[in-house]
Each structure stands twice: as structure tokens, then as C-alpha cells.
């Protein structure tokens, strides 16, 4: 059982930029794909970014890319979102997800995932 925590989130102004971390309990982590996904207010689960377990494939949705930079340390068993430039609709709870195994093609798909952190809060105010 892989434990994922998110750390990093907070309140910045439009423009500004935050790192995301997303921590693993198990060694095993370095074998997981490991996805971004955001819920705002009101809306429904959205994908952000995905990495794949040797980081060789890295997918972003289209209003991050340039912006946002998924990356991994498998040595430290963490996973780090990047952020800058900020919007304030890029507020939201941002969550860490992990799979051993996450199908091409379905990096994008939340149900793909069987492990998920507890979710960090980024705030960007305009």
C-alpha cells in the first residue's frame, strides 16, 4: 500500500509560482506512474500532468503546457509539480495519483489510478 502525501500548495498572486511535492512512503514509488489532477470549486476532476515511472514519458494538459513542469526524483521517492505563472483559474485542490501500471493513451483517466494523496490547496488570487 503506497501512502501519498502533497505538500507545497498556499496563496500567490496571479503570476507567481509554487512547487508541489508529492511524498511516497514506499520505495516501490519509483515504479509508479504518477499522475497531477485538480479539482476547483464546483468542477470535476481534472487532469494536470503525468510521468511515467523513468520519467521518459511526461504528458500535460493543454492549459499548463509552458507553465507547469512535471518532474520526479526516484531516489527521494518524490514527485514534484512545478507552477509558474499562475492564473487565478488554476485554483483548486491539486492531487498526486500512482499506479504501477496506467495504460497508453489512459494517462489521462483518474480511474486508472489506485493510489491517491490527500490533496493540497493552491490559491492564485488576480
Known amino acids: 500500500q503506497v501512502q501519498l502525501v502533497e505538500s507545497g500548495g498556499g496563496l500567490v498572486q496571479a503570476g507567481g509560482s509554487l512547487r508541489l511535492s508529492c511524498a511516497a512512503s514506499?520505495?516501490?514509488?519509483?515504479?509508479?506512474?504518477v499522475g497531477w489532477f485538480r479539482q476547483a470549486p464546483g468542477k470535476e476532476l481534472e487532469f494536470v500532468a503525468f510521468?511515467?515511472?523513468?520519467?521518459?514519458?511526461?504528458i500535460y494538459e493543454d492549459s499548463v503546457k509552458g507553465r507547469f513542469t512535471i518532474s520526479r526524483d526516484n531516489g527521494l521517492n518524490i514527485v514534484y509539480l512545478q507552477m509558474i505563472s499562475l492564473k487565478p483559474e488554476d485554483t483548486a485542490v491539486y492531487y498526486c495519483?500512482?499506479?504501477?501500471?496506467?495504460?497508453?493513451?489512459?494517462?489521462?483517466?483518474?480511474?486508472?489510478?489506485?493510489?491517491w494523496g490527500q490533496g493540497a490547496q493552491v490559491t492564485v488570487s488576480s
Open positions: 514506499d520505495g516501490t514509488f519509483r515504479n509508479y506512474a
Open positions: 495519483a500512482a499506479d504501477s501500471t496506467v495504460p497508453t493513451g489512459r494517462e489521462y483517466s483518474a480511474d486508472e489510478y489506485t493510489y
Open positions: 510521468i511515467s515511472w523513468k520519467g521518459s514519458s511526461i
